[in-house]
């Protein structure tokens, strides 16, 4: 029969001798890390460019959908009426669109007024005056509200407005508005890809540093083995350097941002000023510094555990 | 408490490191192993702490198949066995006490019967005061000791120790002895790798020589082969 010497512990006694075990390596990690505190730093600090580099386009192109919200404005359907629709039906006209919830302002250029711009601005004064009656037609020119400006929604507001029997032709003028869309979601695209890009940098970075560690401490860890020491418990230091990492790394990256965005603040204010925009810059929310942060850990975790598993195992007494 | 069945051990590049042993040491005995280098010494060591597996035949040890512990249930295996190295294996940028403690830390014990334990594990090599102290400021006696000290703090059945004098000069090497009797008084299980022939020659306990692989004598032929 199996003689054992080893103290047996109940269940409770052993989850908390389990959870001081974890605390106790939790700190002695961080301990180990503040001994080397500029290697840990400089790792840090590569974690948390690679780690702002993404959140920081995140926030740029955050910023580039609230400012061209405001540029949504510029979506505009002109309505040219039939000949035959005098200014009073126009009129009426006017009122009934301007009561759809996906209006947002209507304008009405009568004939008159049309063709006064006209002879302003073409520079054929000379030949409107030939002609005997004015050849324009009235226009109503609507501006869709903020939700409807999207290219979508805003060509369905189109297609109902064209069922008027007033209406002539329906126009939308949001060709450079969905070249906006377009480019902010190639460059969220973009964003993302960059993402998953340094994600994995940081993952190799982390899993190189801990990777080195594993090596300096190659006769601990045999020696660790020898007497006992199980693989969680001699992976656990590692994996919580791996913790400790991403942590400081995320806090990194999200000063990094916080400092850029302030740096810049004034004079984006200002630009945005000139052209008569009351706008101001949108730094990282709450919900996004969670996200930024736990990222972080989860990528230190995941390098750690990458590197653990790999090295680890080829470590054994001789 | 150590039982050889036909034990061989062949390394992968053909080489027979030991081949069909037999013998079977019971519990609180003490023994040496001796041989010359390349005898197979170590790997029977080896065999026993699971460092190593045996190609064919059997080792029972503390009751157990070896070749039945899976390698998930090894570093629970060997926490009832405790070893000395030539070399010490000690952590030189822990102290005394971090070092003694370390099996202790490993097993998970409170820390306040870790402390208990380890003086009175220091106590019992005669280097209690010495806790704080880093290995690297003792000398090669104190950090065998120290050594030993780590060995027996979780009061394992079973010490095995490999060369434990080889750097030592004889006076020192009968101390380390002496201390390993006084395991063995209390009902250790002890076997001890040396081929320091002379310190042998001076104890009365049972001798396993080992020659090219092979058992080749043993002063104890009554209780070999069980």
């Known amino acids: ?318 | 408490m150590i039982r050889f069945t036909h034990a061989c051990k062949r390394y992968e590049n053909g080489f027979d490191a030991l081949q069909d042993i037999n013998f079977h040491m019971p519990a609180g005995q003490m023994a040496f192993l001796t041989g010359h280098s390349g005898a197979g010494k170590s790997s029977l060591l080896k065999l026993i702490a699971l460092l190593e597996r045996s190609s064919r035949g059997q080792v029972f040890v503390n009751g157990q198949n070896t070749a039945k512990v899976s390698r998930r249930r090894i570093p629970y295996f060997r926490r009832d066995i405790g070893i000395i190295f030539q070399d010490h294996q000690l952590l030189f940028d822990r102290t005394v006490f971090d070092n003694v403690a370390l099996p202790l830390v490993i097993a998970g014990l409170p820390h306040r019967d870790i402390a208990k334990r380890v003086r009175a594990s220091l106590d019992k090599v005669g280097l209690l005061g010495k806790e704080k102290t880093y290995p690297i400021t003792l000398s090669g006696g104190e950090q065998q000791r120290v050594g030993i000290a780590r060995a027996v703090v979780n009061k394992p059945p079973l010490l095995l120790a490999d060369e434990p004098t080889g750097n030592l000069d004889p006076e020192l090497s009968r101390d380390i002895m002496h201390i390993f009797e006084d395991f063995s008084n209390v009902g250790v299980t002890v076997l001890v790798a040396t081929h320091d022939l002379a310190l042998i020659d001076s104890m009365p306990y049972r001798l396993l020589q080992l020659k090219q692989g092979r058992l080749n004598y043993d002063s104890d032929e009554a209780t070999a082969d069980g």
């Open chain 1, 1 to 318: 029969m199996a003689r054992s010497n080893q103290p047996q512990l109940g269940i409770v006694a052993s989850l908390r001798v389990f959870a001081l075990r974890h605390l106790q390596v939790f700190f002695y990690s961080l301990g180990k890390m503040s001994r080397q505190p500029f290697s840990t730093l400089m790792t840090a600090a590569v974690i948390g460019i690679a780690l702002a580099l993404p959140s920081g386009l995140h926030l740029i192109l955050k910023n580039a959908e609230t400012l061209s919200g405001g540029w949504d404005g510029a979506t505009q359907i002109s309505l040219f009426l039939k000949q035959g629709v005098s200014e009073k039906e126009s009129r009426l006209l006017e009122k009934r669109i301007r009561r759809l919830p996906a209006v947002e302002k209507v304008k009405f250029i009568s004939r008159e007024a049309a063709l006064e711009e006209f002879r302003q601005l073409s520079g054929f004064a000379g030949a409107l005056d030939t002609l005997q009656e004015n050849p324009l037609p009235s226009v109503l020119l609507i501006q869709p509200s903020i939700n409807a400006s999207e290219p979508e929604a805003a060509k369905s507001l189109l297609t109902r407005l064209e069922y008027y029997p007033e209406v002539d032709v329906a126009q939308l003028d949001m060709q450079w508005v969905k070249r906006l869309y377009a480019i902010l979601e190639t460059i969220r695209r973009g964003v993302l890809v960059l993402a998953i890009l340094l994600a994995l940098a940081v993952l190799l970075v982390v899993g190189n540093t801990i990777k080195l560690a594993i090596q300096n401490r190659r006769e601990e860890i045999v020696v660790m083995k020898l007497i006992g020491g199980t693989d969680s418990f001699i992976r656990r230091p590692f994996l919580y350097s791996g913790f400790w990492y991403g942590l400081f790394g995320s806090i990194i990256a999200f000063l990094m941002i916080q400092i850029s965005l302030f740096t810049i603040s004034g004079p984006v204010e200002t630009l945005t000023g000139l052209y008569q925009h009351n706008f101001s810059l949108m730094g990282l929310n709450m919900s996004a510094s969670l996200i930024l942060i736990l990222s972080g850990i989860f990528l230190g975790l995941g390098g750690s555990w990458l590197a653990v598993g790999r090295h680890l195992r080829d470590i054994e007494p001789q």
